[in-house]
């Protein structure tokens, strides 16, 4: 059964510097997302990425974020200045196109020490 | 603008006993309605949707959830949990008209011999 996978499974990062946290959606699928879940809150809407360009972005998602899409395959959020307030689970997220269900890779736990 | 209320952040139970995790929400337009469940180091895994229709939906594991649009809810329920339910059960709703979900706050469900 296709999947979302997403790598690494848990980084550990100094504040301030750059991560990249990497997805491979569905390979039908033409919507992409990126959620996170800090320890103890919910599961927050960070961006959705549809043709190429964002179709929707929270108001979490500011000049310090970034998502990519560089081939054919991967999907891509960039974090350019972590700080110890991004230290959370971001989880991948793909759907088709037509479709109403999205289905989740098993997340990034991301350490900002 | 939607919101998601899980009123019941732990639910404790024994093997065999009926269960019942609260869901409300709130949107000023139609919603899209989903369970997610995440399994301990796992990603959330949808359970049940409901689009339309009918508004009682099933999961192919015996957990069913009714939508009532009067007192927006949609409250998730199984007759008879065994040890392997054990995990974390988010509520979701997404504009139909769009495809952002918003979670709720997650109801822990560990279910005891």
């Known amino acids: 059964e296709p999947e979302v996978t997403q790598t690494p499974s848990h980084q550990v990062t100094q504040m301030g510097q750059e991560v990249i946290l990497r997805c491979v959606p569905i390979s039908n699928h033409l919507y992409f997302y990126w959620y996170r879940q800090i320890l103890g809150q919910k599961v927050e809407f960070l961006v959705s990425f549809y043709n190429n360009e964002i179709s929707e972005k929270s108001e979490i998602f500011d000049d310090q974020f970034s998502v990519e899409r560089p081939d054919g395959s991967n999907f891509t959020l960039k974090i350019r200045s972590t700080k110890l307030e991004d230290s959370a689970m971001y989880f991948c997220?793909?759907?088709?196109?037509?479709?109403?269900?999205?289905?989740f890779g098993q997340g990034t736990r991301l350490t900002v020490v | 603008a939607q919101s998601v209320t899980q009123l019941d952040s732990q639910v404790p139970v024994f093997e065999e006993a009926p269960v019942e995790l609260r869901c409300n929400y709130s949107s000023s337009v139609s919603v899209y309605l989903f369970w997610y469940v995440q399994y301990p180091n796992q990603g959330l895994q949808l359970l049940l949707k409901y689009l339309s229709g009918s508004t009682l939906v099933e999961s192919i594991n015996g957990f069913e959830a009714e939508f009532n649009k009067s007192q927006t809810s949609f409250h998730l329920r199984k007759p008879s949990v065994h040890i392997s339910d054990t995990a974390e059960y988010f509520c979701?709703?997404?504009?139909?008209?769009?495809?952002?979900?918003?979670f709720g706050e997650g109801t822990q469900l560990t279910v005891n011999p």
């Open positions: 979701a709703v997404q504009e139909t008209s769009g495809s952002r979900l918003t």
């Open positions: 997220a793909s759907r088709r196109d037509g479709g109403t269900e999205a289905f």
